[in-house]
């Protein structure tokens, strides 16, 4: 008996301790997420949670490339998670819109712990906020530090370089990058997106695109299409074929020097203890100031049909808090980083280096997400086109130029 009542005070102490908590054993929620690849991570998290509170909440995800469809299908016939993985911008925003999400300004935390632009990806037209931002990632390089050493090559500090580390890989049979275009989103999100910081500059210009003022056939964008043309041609034999989940086993083999991709991928190359990993941020032409992707990912939502609204709130309530976010951060897999204003402590070298790359140059998210998500299938035609050889960079910024006329105007409608 007085075991049992010593923890029933520290439970109410922690409740009283952690903004957000609330007891309620026995209640059981569902998460959903496109994240299947952190299952036993986030579950711990999860039963940290119930620990906590006694509220059980199970983890739910689907295959990546289906979770939207299966969300929303979920969400249609009411049989939608208590709480899900948000992605940002008008994916999400279309979810709230419909009347799917649950509103969340109420939580305090939200604006004591979140910068203005973190909240801005989980936002609606009224200034409602409806998912807690969770998780940022870059775009960057990983490459091979014994390769490099032993061709004597130096990572390179501006696009120019870049080309020229290829073309010296090439020359000695090596194939310089583990990237392909099989997959259709990555040659896009990681590549060029992750390239465009360097061309056109951060929020504040890319701000003038989704006014219109600046169009996506300018200077900038012709040099960034004519710069990823030149990378294109040491991607490796067979790229065609080759798919995102392709390029790490090839990369961490040894079987190609580089490998453009997210921060989200760093944990895999764990799995190949001799690879001597380094990695690099995706350098800037000479003469441009060097930027980079680093893009709100992920948030977390609540389902507005929830039976459970009081226990949904306060589970976003506690992982909108300090607390709350330094146990996220402690399960979050490598290469995520919390998008929380307080610091918080995370673990791995590796991770705490990519994150060290936003150091000193212009940050802002994959360029498109905003307004510009209609024309991702434009972009990914276009740019595996150009990397096949079958269109030029002046086409294709002709192509990207009208499908933002085209959402412009039915924007202004």
């Given at each position: 008996?007085?075991?049992?009542?010593?923890?029933?005070?520290?439970?109410?102490?922690?409740?009283?301790?952690?903004p957000?908590?609330?007891?309620?054993?026995?209640?059981?929620?569902?998460m959903?997420?496109?994240?299947?690849?952190?299952t036993?991570?986030?579950?711990?998290?999860?039963?940290?949670y119930?620990?906590?509170?006694?509220?059980?909440?199970?983890?739910?995800?689907t295959?990546?490339?289906?979770?939207?469809?299966?969300?929303?299908?979920?969400?249609?016939?009411?049989?939608?998670?208590?709480?899900?993985?948000?992605r940002?911008?008008?994916?999400?925003k279309?979810?709230?819109?419909?009347?799917?999400?649950?509103?969340?300004?109420?939580?305090?935390?939200?604006?004591?712990?979140?910068?203005?632009?973190?909240?801005?990806?989980?936002?609606?037209?009224?200034?409602?906020?409806?998912?807690v931002?969770?998780?940022?990632?870059?775009q960057?390089?990983?490459?091979?530090?014994a390769?490099?050493?032993e061709?004597?090559?130096?990572?390179p500090?501006t696009?120019?370089?870049?080309l020229n580390?290829?073309?010296?890989?090439?020359?000695?049979?090596i194939?310089?990058?583990?990237?392909?275009?099989?997959?259709?989103?990555?040659?896009l999100?990681?590549?060029?997106?992750?390239?465009?910081?360097?061309?056109v500059?951060?929020?504040?210009?890319r701000?003038?695109?989704?006014?219109?003022?600046?169009?996506?056939?300018?200077?900038?964008?012709?040099?960034?299409?004519?710069?990823?043309?030149?990378?294109?041609?040491?991607?490796?034999?067979?790229?065609?074929?080759?798919?995102?989940?392709?390029?790490?086993?090839?990369?961490?083999m040894?079987?190609?020097a580089?490998?453009?991709?997210?921060?989200?991928?760093?944990?895999?190359?764990?799995?190949?203890?001799?690879?001597?990993?380094?990695?690099?941020?995706?350098?800037?032409?000479?003469?441009?100031?060097p930027?980079?992707?680093?893009?709100?990912?992920?948030?977390?939502?609540g389902?507005?049909?929830?039976?459970?609204?009081?226990?949904?709130?306060?589970?976003?309530?506690?992982?909108a808090?300090?607390?709350?976010?330094?146990?996220?951060?402690?399960?979050?897999?490598?290469g995520?980083?919390?998008?929380?204003?307080?610091?918080?402590?995370?673990s791995?070298?590796?991770?705490?280096?990519i994150?060290?790359?936003n150091?000193?140059?212009?940050?802002?998210?994959?360029?498109?997400?905003k307004?510009?998500?209609?024309?991702?299938?434009?972009m990914?035609d276009?740019?595996?086109?150009?990397?096949r050889?079958?269109?030029?960079?002046?086409?294709?910024?002709?192509?990207?130029a009208?499908?933002?006329?085209?959402?412009?105007?039915?924007k202004?409608?």
């Amino acid at each position: 008996m007085k075991k049992l009542t010593a923890l029933l005070l520290a439970a109410l102490m922690l409740a009283t301790l952690v903004p957000g908590l609330v007891q309620a054993e026995g209640v059981k929620l569902t998460m959903g997420s496109w994240r299947s690849d952190d299952t036993a991570q986030v579950q711990a998290l999860l039963d940290k949670y119930k620990e906590l509170t006694g509220v059980e909440i199970t983890f739910q995800p689907t295959v990546p490339a289906q979770y939207n469809a299966t969300l929303r299908l979920q969400l249609d016939n009411g049989t939608g998670p208590d709480l899900m993985y948000s992605r940002t911008f008008a994916a999400s925003k279309e979810l709230y819109d419909a009347g799917f999400l649950l509103p969340l300004n109420d939580i305090a935390a939200l604006k004591d712990n979140f910068s203005a632009a973190s909240l801005e990806a989980f936002m609606a037209d009224d200034g409602t906020i409806y998912a807690v931002p969770y998780a940022a990632v870059s775009q960057i390089v990983y490459y091979n530090k014994a390769i490099f050493a032993e061709n004597n090559l130096e990572v390179p500090t501006t696009f120019e370089e870049l080309l020229n580390v290829a073309q010296a890989l090439k020359d000695k049979g090596i194939e310089p990058l583990a990237n392909g275009i099989a997959s259709n989103w990555d040659i896009l999100e990681c590549v060029f997106l992750g390239m465009l910081p360097n061309y056109v500059g951060g929020a504040e210009e890319r701000a003038l695109y989704e006014a219109g003022e600046r169009k996506m056939n300018d200077e900038a964008f012709v040099k960034a299409l004519t710069d990823f043309a030149a990378l294109s041609k040491y991607l490796p034999e067979g790229f065609e074929a080759l798919a995102n989940e392709d390029g790490p086993g090839m990369f961490g083999m040894g079987r190609a020097a580089m490998f453009i991709d997210g921060s989200w991928t760093v944990g895999m190359f764990d799995e190949y203890p001799d690879l001597d990993l380094g990695v690099f941020a995706i350098p800037a032409p000479e003469g441009h100031t060097p930027g980079l992707c680093f893009h709100s990912d992920m948030g977390m939502a609540g389902n507005a049909a929830t039976q459970h609204p009081e226990e949904v709130k306060a589970f976003l309530a506690w992982f909108a808090s300090v607390e709350g976010a330094q146990e996220a951060a402690n399960l979050l897999p490598a290469g995520f980083y919390p998008m929380i204003n307080a610091p918080v402590e995370l673990s791995g070298e590796m991770a705490m280096t990519i994150l060290g790359l936003n150091e000193g140059k212009v940050l802002d998210y994959r360029f498109i997400w905003k307004d510009f998500l209609g024309m991702y299938t434009v972009m990914v035609d276009n740019l595996n086109a150009i990397a096949r050889g079958e269109t030029t960079p002046e086409a294709a910024a002709e192509a990207f130029a009208a499908a933002q006329e085209e959402i412009l105007a039915a924007k202004a409608e």
